[in-house]
């Protein structure tokens, strides 16, 4: 069937498809996708129905513009990070941990929302598709930070070491934000700050 949504172009369009991006992404916080329907999202938007519709086809549609909408801005704040460090003149740690807070920041208003996405993963193909195509750029994205220090760099392969490295700051960062854990956040930062540093420059 064919996609009858239409592409916003005007202000007043685009306000209106905006208006119920961010009322999904709250209800999709607060109640869970499932318990969460299109009839609620145009309301909280303060659209019709029939408007929703205009834009989305349902709410699986309107649930992936929200998760876009995530991940760049994410990314956008790793981005603005690295803009502002420099691995010559910096000290190595300092860097990886200025690295690590930005993940945690950049985690940390979507909680609620990380929780859906994470039920999501495991059955719908599209939304595992597109965090797969995302966790690809966190990787590419640390491979060419890592290379800003490859004459120092202690690791017998630069790819290899990209992927565990953007793994293993995963993982713990994950842990962090949205799992918690009985030992402190500050202790676990230390730790794997202190791994990193050892594994990539041997210090």
């Known amino acids: 069937m064919a996609d009858k949504t239409r592409k916003p172009r005007q202000d007043r369009s685009i306000k209106t498809k905006d208006a ?6 709250k209800l999709f916080s607060e109640k ?9 999202i145009a309301a909280a938007a303060g659209v019709s129905t029939g408007s929703f519709y205009s834009y989305f086809t349902d709410k699986r549609d309107v649930f992936l513009d929200v998760l876009k909408i995530h991940s760049e801005a994410m990314q956008a704040h790793v981005d603005a990070t690295v803009a502002q460090l420099n691995a010559k003149e910096l000290d190595k740690r300092l860097i990886i941990s200025h690295m690590i807070e ?4 950049s985690h940390t208003p979507y909680i609620s929302f990380h929780r ?13 598709e597109v965090m797969e195509s995302q966790y690809d750029v966190g990787r590419r994205k640390t491979l060419e930070f890592l290379k ?6 202690r690791v017998g392969n630069l790819e290899a070491a990209a992927v565990v490295v953007f793994e293993s700051v995963s993982s713990v960062v994950d842990r962090i934000v949205f799992y918690g ?7 676990l930062k230390t730790e794997l700050v202190d791994m990193l540093v050892h594994y990539l420059f041997g210090e």
């Open 20 to 25: 119920i991006v961010q009322a999904a992404a």
């Open 32 to 40: 869970g996708y499932h318990r969460t329907n299109t009839k609620q």
């Open 102 to 105: 930005s993940l945690i920041q």
């Open 116 to 128: 859906e996405l994470s039920l999501l993963l495991l059955s719908d193909e599209v939304v595992k």
């Open 148 to 153: 800003l220090s490859s004459d120092e760099l």
């Open 181 to 187: 854990e009985r030992v402190s956040a500050d202790h």
